[in-house]
């Protein structure tokens, strides 16, 4: 059974510009979330994507956006980027739309820059 | 999702047993009461799960008292490989539609030799 894998894991880019951060989730599971982990801070819902489709979505702007595939794996596109983009960005999978508390895995997420 | 409380820090020597309590007054009738575990650039893991009593792992235990308000993560015999953030969440096990995870800031617990 393979886990969740992120890429890249580290990235630094200039602000204004455009980011793509990509996951391929955990065997058997066809939902994905992403989370925005500040430094110091607990992660913090984007959105989530189930059979392709963005079925939630927290409190962040639009140009915070992502994409599902048929294979399950998604991607995280933020447009303009501004310096608190900054942060750790977590993909965690799922089976079924809502799974409560339980049932995530997460990768080891994608280390962000914006300089 | 109820909100939940925990201390920010604690530190703990290796082979004792750590307790870290979580508040959560408004949790609600179906809701389950969770914990993850996170390393520093590493993603949560889940650690266990409960509804009420106690629940006991190959990891940890968890209690939860007869009115809910609040759970304590059982960590025993810790060793320096325990030190990460400990996050306690509150939320329904099958809610449908979807479904987020609301982390706190979590208890950053580390263990000294």
């Known amino acids: 059974e393979t886990g969740v894998t992120q890429s890249p894991t580290h990235l630094i880019k200039t602000r204004g510009q455009q980011v793509t951060l990509r996951c391929s989730s955990q065997s058997g599971h066809n939902t994905v979330s992403w989370y925005q982990q500040a430094l110091g801070q607990g992660p913090q819902f984007i959105f989530q994507?189930?059979?392709?489709?963005?079925?939630g979505r927290g409190n962040f702007p639009p140009r915070f956006s992502g994409l599902q595939f048929p294979n399950y794996s998604s991607e995280l596109n933020v447009n303009a980027l501004e310096l608190d983009d900054s942060a750790l960005y977590l993909c965690?999978?799922?089976?079924?739309?809502?799974?409560?508390?339980?049932?995530?895995?997460f990768g080891s997420g994608t280390r962000l820059t914006v300089v | 999702l109820a909100k939940t409380t925990q201390p920010i820090s604690m530190d703990s020597y290796e082979g004792q047993e750590v307790n870290i309590t979580c508040s959560h007054n408004?949790?609600?009738?179906?809701?389950?009461i969770t914990w993850y575990q996170q390393f520093p650039s590493q993603g949560p893991r889940f650690i266990i799960q409960?509804?009420?009593t106690k629940v006991t792992n190959e990891v940890a235990s968890l209690f939860i008292p007869a009115d809910r308000k609040s759970s304590t993560l059982s960590l025993p015999r810790v060793s320096l490989s325990d030190t990460a953030v400990y996050y306690c969440l509150v939320g329904g096990l099958f809610s449908g539609g979807y479904n987020k995870l609301i982390f706190g800031a979590g208890t950053r617990l580390a263990v000294h030799p």
């Open positions: 965690a999978s799922s089976l079924g739309g809502g799974q409560g508390t339980h049932g995530y895995t």
């Open positions: 408004n949790i609600a009738t179906n809701d389950y």
């Open positions: 994507y189930y059979r392709e489709e963005e079925n």
């Open positions: 409960g509804y009420k």
